[in-house]
């Protein structure tokens, strides 16, 4: 792997490592979703950096056209993340989910 | 402003504050955080151990776009992968689109528009010069994807910014024709997509396989329609809901 | 079979998106795009299995690339059982879902079908690729609509467990993606017959196998992260929770079987497989003992899924090992059977719901008079849930103490036994109180619709059926891919 992609690597497994702390240890939902696209972005840059072939040399397209894949579907989850977000707050009042609600 | 509550204020000021800042122990690194902090920094040392594990002679697959390129109708290698040799999967993200907003609409209640922009002359007049501008861009955009980057999702996304400058100037209210023509839109791009693939197989191939030499044309038209699609689904995104549709309350036609 | 196999593939996962679109498009008429749909899809996957039947395996090459430029469809006996047991699961929640959303609910009703037309394509969609990304993006198709379908009912509860059945799932997606990553990293291939040839021990094939594992584990509900299930399919609709525990929560699990068996195999004989198992056993015991001591309904049929799901995991270091086509036998009657007894099951509970507006199991006293049917419904159900003959659960069950015992894997066999007492339990806490006599009269029982009955009823005679149908189940599940070798390139 050429020294661009490793750095591009590492980078992106260490935003995913955070985004994945974030989306589990903090309760506010607008944080959590926030932090699912910390991650994902993370995980694109780790496939940006696999299509690196060499400066100036062509890179390998599969991993671009999955990341563009990957955006477009990040947005959706997360406009669909981000209504249902803002429906628990207006049921419950309060922008989180922890505590138990078992049963009705 | 967050203001946080600092040792220079009276006590009772700094207990009122810390009560309303809730955000402040949100943050706080309990010990319950302190472990999976522990567990996420571990797996991702082992991920990065991974990375630098990965073998340098691994054979990827630009050689094998380069050599098929030209079958492919365009000429940017991008674009050849993801309308064409993976355009399966374009068409199941496309779907992915159409189903983000029927899931926004059938659990949140009617759109509201979330920004409110002071209605100054100079926006009117400024938005109203960019709007065309950016369908001209989005556009081009497309059309020149087949050779450089670019292609429908970038086109889309561009009329997506454009729809939303549209909404936050509030240039126009969509009358009701207007919404009857919102369905259809959101679903043009993905009806086009399926109804190729379906046509694909007909014409003698598998699903997706555009006929021979034809496969530009195809493309054109297929992304040309999920240009559309995509903006639509985009400001639909932002609105969070069904412009002028029923609340959930209501239970009447929607 | 009329067409070739490869149009039947196609069409099995065109027909139900074309039909989301339409029953968008006009949502006056959503219910009776959905009906006809739904019997058209069931057909497609009829002939699609005949045609395999006929014609052996194959593989569709979309838009004709071929793998490794293009992705695959691959059809084979265990894409097969899976789709029909999806159909056999799906037909019988359309019908049972044309009586649940009344016609004055018009909202409800004309977002249901979408949804749900949405999430029969993407599971069809799934369990014939054949490319582990296209997988990821059938996987957040799936994820999507069945949160959207979660949160229909739009109960404060049902919301909010749908919101964190969104976000465990999105967890779950983007380490399964970063694991593609590695995947592909490392060897190359996305393609899953390519990467059977290619993969090979190594520092890339760990971390893949961590990542995707854990993550398909939170979309799957597999001990320790089964936490959001029990609300996530307790609040929700009851034709949406059978949707969830019968099929849904049964596709990462199948995505782990198609990984560990062709792609994961190196790592065989490390304690992955044991790690999963363990936990398997976790999930019966803990799910069971959860399942016994809730007192609501639907509660109990959830952690009862928690519990069943562990079932599927307790072979795994067998199907790794060798004698794959038996144990591989095993681990599917079992999906197939707990698919059906359970949808049965929360159906039953929804009729219950509706007749009675009490979920409590307290109440449940002298239901067998007043609903017989649906008390019926259950106790087949419960039948196949605790393995009693003749179900398909027993077969499975049977077939799992089968494989256990020529292993001589003990432990398993006495947990298998133990849950199934465990289960006798939680089963008869539901049943017992329904064969009293009810000293007081049911205040105004409402009628439950026939075809809510009838399709609960159906989906519990499938499951007594499915132990006399063992032999055609392992019949088709033989039916693998004769050759490994991809064309093109």
């Given at each position: 792997m050429t020294e661009t992609a490793l750095l591009y690597m590492v980078v992106g497994v260490v935003l995913f490592g955070m985004g994945l702390f974030a989306l589990v240890a903090y309760p506010h939902l607008l944080r959590k979703i926030l932090a699912m696209n910390v991650m994902g972005t993370g995980t694109f840059m780790v496939f940006i950096a696999i299509a690196?072939?060499?400066?100036n040399q062509p890179i390998d397209p599969i991993p671009h056209a999955l990341v563009i894949t990957g955006i477009v579907v990040a947005v959706c989850s997360t406009g669909l993340a981000l209504a249902l977000a803002s429906q628990v707050q207006a049921l419950t009042g309060q922008p989180r989910i922890d505590g138990s609600e078992r049963e009705e | 402003m967050i203001v946080t509550p600092n040792r220079m204020m009276p006590s009772r000021k700094r207990r009122k504050l810390r009560d309303e800042n809730y955000i402040d122990d949100d943050v706080k690194l309990t010990p319950a955080r302190r472990v999976i902090l522990a567990m996420v920094a571990v797996l991702t040392v082992v991920l990065v151990m991974a990375v630098f594990a990965v073998p340098d002679d691994v054979v990827r697959l630009t050689q094998l776009t380069e050599d098929r390129l030209?079958?492919?109708?365009?000429?940017n290698t991008v674009t050849a992968v993801l309308i064409n040799f993976r355009g399966y999967d374009t068409f199941l993200e496309v779907s992915v689109l159409l189903l983000s907003i029927i899931g926004v609409w059938s659990v949140a209640r009617r759109a509201r528009v979330p920004v409110k922009v002071p209605n100054t002359p100079v926006l009117r007049v400024f938005v109203r010069l960019l709007m065309p501008l950016m369908v001209i861009v989005a556009g081009y955009l497309l059309w020149i994807g087949s050779d450089v980057p670019g292609g429908a999702f970038q086109g889309g996304a561009v009329l997506g910014g454009m729809g939303v400058l549209w909404i936050a100037a509030a240039v126009d209210d969509p009358g009701s024709r207007e919404r009857r023509l919102l369905r259809p839109l959101l679903i043009v791009g993905m009806a086009f997509f399926l109804g190729a693939g379906a046509l694909a197989i007909v014409v003698?191939?598998?699903?997706?396989?555009?006929?021979e030499g034809e496969a530009k044309t195809w493309i054109l038209i297929i992304e040309s329609a999920a240009t559309f699609s995509i903006g639509a689904t985009l400001v639909m995104l932002f609105l969070g809901g069904q412009p002028g549709g029923s609340s959930r309350e209501d239970g009447k036609k929607s | 079979m009329i067409f070739d196999t490869t149009v039947w593939m196609s069409l099995v996962i065109l027909l139900p998106l074309a039909a989301a679109i339409t029953a968008f498009l006009l949502p006056r008429h959503a219910l009776a795009i959905g009906l006809t749909s739904s019997g058209l899809i069931v057909l497609s996957v009829i002939a699609l299995t005949i045609s395999l039947v006929d014609g052996g395996a194959a593989r569709d090459q979309m838009g004709g690339w071929g793998a490794p430029l293009g992705i695959d469809l691959v059809a084979d006996g265990l894409s097969a059982v899976m789709l029909l047991m999806t159909a056999a699961v799906g037909l019988a929640i359309t019908i049972y879902a044309k009586g649940y959303?009344?016609?004055?609910?018009a909202h409800k009703r004309a977002f249901f079908w979408p949804l749900w037309l949405f999430l029969w394509g993407s599971l069809n969609a799934l369990f014939l690729s054949g490319d582990i990304f296209n997988l990821f993006v059938t996987l957040e198709l799936l994820g999507l609509s069945a949160v959207a379908l979660t949160a229909l009912v739009g109960k404060p509860t049902a919301v909010r467990a749908a919101m964190r059945y969104l976000l465990v799932g999105l967890a779950g997606s983007m380490m399964y993606l970063l694991g593609v990553a590695f995947v592909y990293a490392g060897?190359?291939?996305?393609d899953i017959a390519q990467l059977r040839m290619l993969v090979a021990d190594g520092p890339p094939l760990y971390a893949a196998a961590t990542l995707m594992t854990v993550g398909l584990m939170m979309k799957g509900a597999?001990?320790?992260?089964?936490?959001?299930?029990p609300p996530a399919h307790a609040n929700a609709a009851a034709p949406v929770s059978a949707l969830l525990s019968a099929l849904v929560v049964k596709a990462p699990f199948y995505i782990m079987l198609r990984l560990w068996m062709?792609?994961?195999?190196?790592?065989?004989?490390?304690?992955a497989p044991q790690v999963l198992s363990a936990l398997g056993i976790a999930a019966i015991l803990w799910g069971s003992i959860q399942a016994l001591r809730q007192p609501k309904f639907k509660l109990l049929v959830a952690y009862s899924t928690v519990a069943q799901l562990g079932y599927l995991f307790l072979l795994i270091p067998a199907l790794l090992a060798d004698s794959r086509p038996q144990v591989l036998g095993a681990i599917v009657s079992f999906m197939v059977a707990h698919a059906a007894a359970k949808a049965a099951a929360f159906l039953s509970a929804g009729n219950i719901l509706h007749a009675t507006g009490d979920e409590q199991i307290?109440?449940?006293?002298?239901l067998l008079r007043t609903l017989p049917l649906t008390v019926t419904t259950f106790a087949l159900a419960g039948l196949s849930l605790v393995a009693l003959p003749p179900s398909g659960g027993f077969i499975a069950k049977w077939l799992l103490l089968d494989r256990a015992l020529a292993n001589g894997d003990w432990w398993l066999v006495v947990v298998i036994i133990a849950g199934g007492l465990l289960a006798a339990g939680y089963v008869m806490r539901v049943l017992g109180p329904t064969f009293r006599e009810r000293e007081t009269k049911p205040t105004n029982a409402r009628a439950v619709p026939r075809s809510m009955a009838l399709s609960a009823f159906g989906l519990s005679v499938l499951a007594i059926i499915l132990g006399f149908m063992g032999v055609y189940l392992l019949d088709l599940l033989?039916?693998?891919?004769?050759?490994m070798m991809v064309g093109g390139g």
């Amino acid at each position: 792997m050429t020294e661009t992609a490793l750095l591009y690597m590492v980078v992106g497994v260490v935003l995913f490592g955070m985004g994945l702390f974030a989306l589990v240890a903090y309760p506010h939902l607008l944080r959590k979703i926030l932090a699912m696209n910390v991650m994902g972005t993370g995980t694109f840059m780790v496939f940006i950096a696999i299509a690196h072939n060499g400066d100036n040399q062509p890179i390998d397209p599969i991993p671009h056209a999955l990341v563009i894949t990957g955006i477009v579907v990040a947005v959706c989850s997360t406009g669909l993340a981000l209504a249902l977000a803002s429906q628990v707050q207006a049921l419950t009042g309060q922008p989180r989910i922890d505590g138990s609600e078992r049963e009705e | 402003m967050i203001v946080t509550p600092n040792r220079m204020m009276p006590s009772r000021k700094r207990r009122k504050l810390r009560d309303e800042n809730y955000i402040d122990d949100d943050v706080k690194l309990t010990p319950a955080r302190r472990v999976i902090l522990a567990m996420v920094a571990v797996l991702t040392v082992v991920l990065v151990m991974a990375v630098f594990a990965v073998p340098d002679d691994v054979v990827r697959l630009t050689q094998l776009t380069e050599d098929r390129l030209p079958e492919s109708g365009v000429s940017n290698t991008v674009t050849a992968v993801l309308i064409n040799f993976r355009g399966y999967d374009t068409f199941l993200e496309v779907s992915v689109l159409l189903l983000s907003i029927i899931g926004v609409w059938s659990v949140a209640r009617r759109a509201r528009v979330p920004v409110k922009v002071p209605n100054t002359p100079v926006l009117r007049v400024f938005v109203r010069l960019l709007m065309p501008l950016m369908v001209i861009v989005a556009g081009y955009l497309l059309w020149i994807g087949s050779d450089v980057p670019g292609g429908a999702f970038q086109g889309g996304a561009v009329l997506g910014g454009m729809g939303v400058l549209w909404i936050a100037a509030a240039v126009d209210d969509p009358g009701s024709r207007e919404r009857r023509l919102l369905r259809p839109l959101l679903i043009v791009g993905m009806a086009f997509f399926l109804g190729a693939g379906a046509l694909a197989i007909v014409v003698g191939g598998s699903m997706m396989q555009y006929p021979e030499g034809e496969a530009k044309t195809w493309i054109l038209i297929i992304e040309s329609a999920a240009t559309f699609s995509i903006g639509a689904t985009l400001v639909m995104l932002f609105l969070g809901g069904q412009p002028g549709g029923s609340s959930r309350e209501d239970g009447k036609k929607s | 079979m009329i067409f070739d196999t490869t149009v039947w593939m196609s069409l099995v996962i065109l027909l139900p998106l074309a039909a989301a679109i339409t029953a968008f498009l006009l949502p006056r008429h959503a219910l009776a795009i959905g009906l006809t749909s739904s019997g058209l899809i069931v057909l497609s996957v009829i002939a699609l299995t005949i045609s395999l039947v006929d014609g052996g395996a194959a593989r569709d090459q979309m838009g004709g690339w071929g793998a490794p430029l293009g992705i695959d469809l691959v059809a084979d006996g265990l894409s097969a059982v899976m789709l029909l047991m999806t159909a056999a699961v799906g037909l019988a929640i359309t019908i049972y879902a044309k009586g649940y959303f009344p016609a004055r609910d018009a909202h409800k009703r004309a977002f249901f079908w979408p949804l749900w037309l949405f999430l029969w394509g993407s599971l069809n969609a799934l369990f014939l690729s054949g490319d582990i990304f296209n997988l990821f993006v059938t996987l957040e198709l799936l994820g999507l609509s069945a949160v959207a379908l979660t949160a229909l009912v739009g109960k404060p509860t049902a919301v909010r467990a749908a919101m964190r059945y969104l976000l465990v799932g999105l967890a779950g997606s983007m380490m399964y993606l970063l694991g593609v990553a590695f995947v592909y990293a490392g060897y190359g291939a996305l393609d899953i017959a390519q990467l059977r040839m290619l993969v090979a021990d190594g520092p890339p094939l760990y971390a893949a196998a961590t990542l995707m594992t854990v993550g398909l584990m939170m979309k799957g509900a597999l001990f320790p992260l089964h936490f959001w299930l029990p609300p996530a399919h307790a609040n929700a609709a009851a034709p949406v929770s059978a949707l969830l525990s019968a099929l849904v929560v049964k596709a990462p699990f199948y995505i782990m079987l198609r990984l560990w068996m062709d792609v994961l195999y190196p790592l065989a004989d490390t304690a992955a497989p044991q790690v999963l198992s363990a936990l398997g056993i976790a999930a019966i015991l803990w799910g069971s003992i959860q399942a016994l001591r809730q007192p609501k309904f639907k509660l109990l049929v959830a952690y009862s899924t928690v519990a069943q799901l562990g079932y599927l995991f307790l072979l795994i270091p067998a199907l790794l090992a060798d004698s794959r086509p038996q144990v591989l036998g095993a681990i599917v009657s079992f999906m197939v059977a707990h698919a059906a007894a359970k949808a049965a099951a929360f159906l039953s509970a929804g009729n219950i719901l509706h007749a009675t507006g009490d979920e409590q199991i307290a109440s449940f006293t002298g239901l067998l008079r007043t609903l017989p049917l649906t008390v019926t419904t259950f106790a087949l159900a419960g039948l196949s849930l605790v393995a009693l003959p003749p179900s398909g659960g027993f077969i499975a069950k049977w077939l799992l103490l089968d494989r256990a015992l020529a292993n001589g894997d003990w432990w398993l066999v006495v947990v298998i036994i133990a849950g199934g007492l465990l289960a006798a339990g939680y089963v008869m806490r539901v049943l017992g109180p329904t064969f009293r006599e009810r000293e007081t009269k049911p205040t105004n029982a409402r009628a439950v619709p026939r075809s809510m009955a009838l399709s609960a009823f159906g989906l519990s005679v499938l499951a007594i059926i499915l132990g006399f149908m063992g032999v055609y189940l392992l019949d088709l599940l033989a039916i693998e891919p004769v050759s490994m070798m991809v064309g093109g390139g």
